[in-house]
Antibody, heavy 116, light 106 residues
Framework: EVQLVESGGGLVQPGGSLRLSCAASGFTFSSYWMHWVRQAPGKGLVWVSRINSYGSSTNYADSVKGRFTISRDNAKNTLYLLMNSLRAEDTAVYYC?????????WGQGTLVTVSS | EIVLTQSPATLSLSPGERATLSCRASQSVSSYLAWYQQKPGQAPRLLIYDASNRATGIPARFNGSGSGTDFTLTISSLEPEDFAVYYC????????FGQGTKLEIK
């Protein structure tokens, strides 16, 4: 069974940093592109970032470019999202997801709250 | 960035009725369009991929159609568990989601 388990969310002050992790199991992690998607409270889904299977190619939404960094450790079957210079508008549930096109797997999400 | 616009924002229907949800892309996404269902407190669930293919385990009452810039999700006869928020998503160029359509009980 495919499982994606996010961790690392919490309360952080504006301008602060946080690193999210996503532990993957039940599939060959090193073979798949991985994504982060976020959802602000009561709002819609927003794609944040993706990384290729090797970790050598990354893409970001304009809203996070230059502030967030996606990475992965295939030996540990773990995906990361380093978030710097956090703003109030970054407050959201962050989902780790394997989006293959014809089959998706999502984590349960981790809540990030940016507030003073 | 490809922008997806969903309509209507809210759809009020009764169980047994037919639901028609629309998604329009700002430029062609070919058939690389998916539909998701999301219930409160849950992660999204893939319903339809590549415009018209049902994902594993999705009931036959869910149907997707369209190509290029205009897409439709049809639920032929609403069941009580179908009332939720629905999102379209394109994978032609990176990924973007529509803003969602809330399907509520009338």
């Amino acid at each position: 069974e495919v499982q994606l388990v996010e961790s690392g969310g919490g309360l952080v002050q504006p301008g602060g940093s946080l690193r999210l992790s996503c532990a993957a199991s039940g599939f060959t992690f090193s073979s798949y592109w991985m994504h982060w998607v976020r959802q602000a409270p009561g709002k819609g889904l927003v794609w944040v970032s993706r990384i290729n299977s090797y970790g050598s190619s990354t893409n970001y939404a304009d809203s996070v470019k230059g502030r967030f960094t996606i990475s992965r450790d295939n030996a540990k079957n773990t995906l990361y999202l380093l978030m710097n210079s956090l703003r109030a508008e970054d407050t959201a549930v962050y989902y780790c997801a394997r989006l293959t096109g014809d089959d998706d797997n999502w984590g349960q999400g981790t809540l990030v709250t940016v507030s003073s | 960035e490809i922008v997806l616009t969903q309509s209507p924002a809210t759809l009020s229907l009764s169980p047994g009725e037919r639901a028609t949800l629309s998604c329009r892309a700002s430029q062609s996404v070919s058939s690389y369009l998916a539909w998701y269902q999301q219930k409160p407190g849950q992660a999204p669930r893939l319903l339809i991929y590549d415009a018209s293919n049902r994902a594993t385990g999705i009931p036959a009452r869910f149907n997707g159609s369209g190509s290029g810039t205009d897409f439709t999700l049809t639920i032929s006869s609403l069941e009580p568990e179908d009332f939720a928020v629905y999102y379209c998503q394109q994978r032609s160029n990176w990924r973007t989601f529509g803003q969602g359509t809330k399907l509520e009980i009338k």
